[in-house]
């Protein structure tokens, strides 16, 4: 993926001068140069039309022809035509030699001129002889004191930056720095324009450090000088925070930038180019190909088929094919990039060997590996030539040779060039970068062939930081579906890392402690950035940045209920998904850039399983499940192909309080798991004993609890579908729930971040029950709930007997809207029908499950909630969600994500504690068990006494565990 720079001339010398022409001659050059900043058509007439009575002799002649073709050839370059400048300011250069001679100072404004319409041809060569010219004339006319020696010297650094001769270019700008410093100190505008350029150079040479300094210096001199040149600095600052792989930085400044120029600059879209180009780049970088393609569908639509612009955006969208595994496009893209920039700026150049690059790496993805080593060859000369051998580019492709040489079976030779690649992006990017995290994960497959695991698992160990203190920073400023894009390469790392670890040869080590910590700090990630994001927002005291929040969730809201539209309604409604889609992610993205600002240091510390066990009272244990699958690797004819089984293993990580130890169990025979969950299905639903799933799931983990302390379970894969409660032990005849209290939560990192038990203290409960199904547009009718009507009836009363101040709601007043309008209740209850849909295709998991209330015909609110609507409720306020519904415990489970779903969706949207039912129990016995804790509850105000005691008591009445244990409670600790 390509950068895109583009090289302005910022000093205007001599673009004015003086001239004495007819009058007829003079009106037209005022016209021509008039309309060059409104109408093309126009000023191009007015020029050809110049241009000919120069030519015929039909100007005065005296003086003023070589500044008269001057001036044109200028307007001719504004507009991209080329060869027409190019005739133009040769005339001008004739007339000039002519009146004069070939040593006239008169020259110098002509070459400078001349080189950058032939640099715009694309005739280097040209461009440079006359560059030089120029440069000869200054040298003997003026003094370093003169503007024009200075203009000269900078043009000439831009010259050699532009055509890839870095240290020739270094050398001119740093003399026009000093040049600036003794002499034009005061002019804030030349310093800044200069500054701009030379910290993009070394960005170019790969010297980020010192570019940023010098690009911060720029910025600094030109705020509140000259804001197009202004806003270029921060372009060119955000290009390089990209480049370290700061990406939080570099979106919210170009997206600012962006909107500056739409803003201030509607007419002017050239302008928005290199701003456009990076964004698509970034996005580019963390997988999300749509935006970035969407990016570069505008850059081509502002751009045009500009000759300078155009085999960039080619380059960067085969980029994109080839990240969508469409290798034949991206190689004819590449192809045609590749010649373009040949033509452009032939065979030494930058831009040209990053684009052979490209084509190389399609190459190998097609199976050409011999065609790819011999591209490689020839970049990794021209990144020696352009760059130098400790630039990161020239590590990059050494790094992809080394592959190549790894397929071949060259291993000493692969791992010599891997480990020089990994040293000069250690030494220039720095241990946190991604590409240096690439490097590491690149020398630990190598490792892995050659038998060394040890070696393979430091390295792997060394990129897993690298990677997620990356992700930490990066996560505040990405939408969710950018998270979970950006999320997939470091699970797969993270995995492979964890399938090794838990070898038999590592597992009693601190390998896979380290794996625990990875998982602690990875696990449920995605939850954790929204719930994040939604505190920091609501603890804010600036009323702005709330503000901003509520629009935020009420267009979420109108996003849900859109996606639950047939594509008829949307069309009769009039609204476009698409645009509501943009509206969400932009307002996420304010909010997330809100909270980046404000969050606590905190946000990127990295949790270790003893910071877990320091917040554990000494009464209570944690076990946390892992899923992970077995990861196979095998090196083929096209590199490294790796993967992993589909079956899934477990480990179960134990702590208890005050033991200053981690215990860990490993839970083998994959199939028998997923045969056992079947069996312990299916004896729930036809009341068969089962004496086998407590054997299978839980005997190696009760072996190390003890029966008096409360246990915290964080769920992970198929124990995320089971009530480990309910499980019988046949030896002792008990049930887990006999031995101790059961609490489900997300993650160990709950005891650090948890965060403590919301408390309304006004004591308020919104109770919902028996709606009025007949008001919703459904495919089979539901039936009413009269158990659901008494149970909310009976809650009510209790609640209110103690004291509480109960709003409640019935058939037609039991809706969605209704619901959405009760914010904060200390309780919200839901008596009503639930549903999960397991196998739907629907955008998003979080469509898949919900509950079913009322319609309101007076809004736009379809009646039924979705988890990705119940996300967005406001319940910060609110210590307990109770969803009297069958199955709203289910919802589509991910491997480290836990389930997406409701209960997923009530935590995001802020309540502390939630009690869920994963069956569908009968209405009577499910009323009786609300009325058991709530009856308690009053008395004890402790959610979780109130639950278990209730439940020893329902069990009495309604010994099946397929009654009994239905419920459960996830409490965010």
């Known amino acids: 993926m390509n950068k895109l720079l583009f090289h302005l001339f910022w000093f205007a010398f001599f673009l004015t001068p003086t001239l004495v022409l007819s009058q007829n001659c003079l009106e037209q050059l005022d016209s021509a140069n008039y309309y060059s900043k409104t109408d093309r058509v126009r000023s191009l007439y007015f020029a050809d039309q110049l241009i000919s009575k120069l030519d015929s002799g039909l100007c005065q002649r005296e003086v003023g022809y070589a ?6 050839g200028l307007i001719y370059l504004g507009f991209a035509e080329h060869n027409r400048a190019i ?20 020259l110098i404004k002509i070459c400078l001129n001349l080189s950058v319409a032939y640099q715009n041809n694309s005739d280097y060569l040209a461009a440079e002889s006359y560059l030089l010219w120029a440069d000869s004339l200054v040298r003997k006319n003026y003094s370093e004191q003169s503007p024009i020696y200075l203009d000269a010297t900078y043009k000439n650094g831009l010259f050699y930056m532009e055509v890839g001769q870095y240290e020739k270019s270094r050398s001119q700008f740093e003399r ?34 010192e570019g940023e300094v010098a690009l911060n210096q720029a910025i600094e001199a030109l705020k509140g000088k ?46 928005r180019i290199e701003t456009l180009n990076s964004l698509a780049v970034l996005y580019f970088r963390i997988n999300d190909l749509v935006t970035s393609e969407a990016y570069f569908e505008d850059l081509l639509h502002y751009a045009g088929s500009r000759i300078e612009i155009s085999p960039y955006v080619t380059n960067n969208i085969g980029a994109i094919y080839s990240k969508k595994r469409d290798y034949r496009k991206a190689f004819v893209m590449f192809q045609e990039s590749a010649a373009a920039m040949r033509e452009l700026y032939g065979g030494v150049h930058p831009d040209y060997a990053n684009v052979l690059s490209n084509l190389a790496n399609v190459q190998k993805s097609l199976g050409d590996i011999n065609s790819a080593l011999n591209i490689y060859m020839r970049v990794l000369d021209l990144d020696k030539t352009i760059y130098g051998p400790e630039n990161p580019r020239y590590a990059t492709t050494l790094n992809n040779i080394a592959l190549i040489y790894q397929a071949f079976g060259y291993v000493e030779l692969s791992e010599k060039l891997l480990l020089q690649a990994l040293k000069i992006r250690k030494e220039k990017l720095g241990e946190k970068h991604p590409m240096y995290a690439k490097s590491l994960n690149d020398l630990g497959v190598h490792f892995l062939n050659k038998g060394d695991t040890l070696q393979a698992l430091e390295h792997f160990d060394e990129a897993l930081k690298a990677e997620i203190h990356h992700m930490q920073s990066v996560f505040p400023v990405l939408t969710d579906q950018q998270r979970q894009l950006f999320f997939e390469d470091i699970k797969f790392n993270l995995e492979r890392f964890a399938s090794i670890s838990f070898g038999k040869r590592y597992f009693e080590t601190e390998w896979t402690e380290k794996v625990y910590n990875y998982y602690l700090n990875t696990k449920s990630v995605l939850f954790y950035a929204a719930d994040k994001m939604r505190t920091t927002m609501l603890e804010n005291p600036d009323p702005v940045v709330k503000n901003s929040f ?41 909010m997330a850039l809100l909270s980046s600002t404000f969050s606590s240091q905190s946000e990127l510390s990295f949790y270790s399983w003893q910071d877990v066990e320091k917040n554990i009272a000494d009464s209570a244990v944690l076990v946390e499940v892992i899923e992970f699958r077995n990861y196979s690797f095998k090196l083929g004819k096209l590199g490294a192909e790796q993967g992993f089984d589909d079956r899934s293993s477990y480990v179960v990580f134990i702590l208890q309080g005050g033991s200053n130890q981690l215990k860990r169990i490993k839970l083998d025979g994959s199939e028998q798991l997923v045969d056992q969950y079947t069996f312990y299905k299916n004896s729930l639903r036809y009341g068969l004993e089962d004496a086998s799933s407590y054997n299978v799931f839980w005997k190696k983990i009760d072996n190390e609890l003890k029966t008096d302390r409360k246990v915290y379970y964080a769920p992970d894969g198929i124990y995320h579908k089971l009530n480990p409660a309910i499980l019988y032990d046949s030896a002792t005849e008990q049930y887990v729930s006999d031995k101790y209290k059961l609490v489900h939560i997300t993650s160990g990192k709950d005891f650090i971040q948890g965060g403590k038990e919301a408390a309304n203290k006004l004591n308020t409960a919104a109770i919902f029950g028996n709606p009025d199904f007949t008001t919703l547009t459904l495919t089979s009718p539901l039936n009413p709930l009269p158990e659901a009507e008494r149970e909310a009836d009976d809650v009510t009363d209790i609640l209110q007997g103690g004291k509480w101040k109960v709003s409640d709601f019935y058939y037609l007043s039991a809706t969605e809207s209704n619901l959405k309008l009760n914010q904060d209740p200390g309780i919200l209850h839901l008596a009503t029908h639930g549903y999960f849909e397991e196998d739907s295709k629907r955008q998003s998991a979080l469509l898949n499950s919900g509950v079913y209330l009322a319609k309101d015909k007076s809004t736009e609110d379809d009646g039924i909630l979705t988890a990705y609507e119940a996300m967005n409720l406001k319940l910060d306020q609110t210590r307990l969600v109770v969803l009297s519904a069958c199955e709203t415990a289910l919802g589509t489970v991910k491997n480290g994500e836990g389930v997406y779903g409701l209960q997923r969706a009530f935590l995001v949207a802020g309540a502390s504690n939630l009690i869920i039912s994963l069956v569908k129990v009968n209405d009577t016995a499910t009323k009786n068990f609300m009325n058991m804790f709530y009856s308690e509850f009053v008395k004890e105000h402790s959610i979780e006494d109130s639950f278990f005691t209730a439940r020893q008591r329902f069990k009495q ?16 600790k």
């Open 67 to 72: 500044e008269a073709y001057n001036n044109i």
């Open 87 to 106: 005739r133009a300011i040769q005339n001008s250069l004739k007339e000039e030699v002519a009146q004069y001679d070939s040593l006239s100072p008169g």
């Open 176 to 209: 026009a720095l000093r040049l600036t410093s003794q002499y034009f100190s005061e002019n804030d505008s030349i310093k800044g324009a200069l500054l701009t350029e030379y910290g993009t150079l070394l960005r170019d040479m790969g010297d980020y450090e």
């Open 226 to 271: 000259n804001e197009v040149m202004h806003l270029r600095a921060l372009d060119r600052l955000a290009a390089i925070k990209l480049d370290q792989g700061e990406f939080s930085a570099s979106e919210n400044q170009l997206l600012s930038n962006l909107q500056l120029k739409k803003e201030r600059y509607p007419s002017d879209s050239l302008l």
């Open 550 to 590: 509520v629009k935020w969730r009420e267009a979420k809201y109108m996003l849900a209920q859109s996606y639950l539209l047939s594509e008829h309604e949307l069309t009769l409604r009039g609204i476009n998904i698409a645009s509501l889609e943009e509206q969400c992610n932009n307002l996420e993205k304010k």
């Open 957 to 972: 009445q309604y010994p099946d565990p397929f009654t009994w244990g239905a419920f459960i409670l996830v409490s965010k």
